[in-house]
């Protein structure tokens, strides 16, 4: 991740399983206040979150969706903006 005053720059691998059964992924943030949000939903594996608050830690998730609607969660990993 790239960590920037007010921004967060994210990429991530798709799971190797079930590859091509992948409709789009989820990106979710979470501050320390507990408050969670969708920031991203689509198919591609990069986004740049913006509009942060700086010298803030920011948990993110990525949740992938398959065609079936079942979904696969990404391990979730904490970032700090710049101050």
């Known amino acids: 991740a790239v ?14 399983k079930n590859a091509e059964r992948i409709d789009r992924y989820k990106l979710m943030i979470a501050t320390g206040t507990g408050v969670v949000k969708d920031v991203y939903q689509g198919s591609e594996t990069r986004f740049r979150i913006v509009g942060l608050k700086p010298n803030t830690e920011y948990i993110l998730c990525v949740k992938c969706m398959y065609d079936d609607g079942s979904f696969l969660w990404s391990e979730s990993n904490a970032y700090m903006t710049r101050l």
Do not use: A
Request: net charge neutral.
């Open 3 to 16: 960590c920037s005053v007010n921004s967060i720059e994210v990429s991530w691998r798709p799971p190797t």
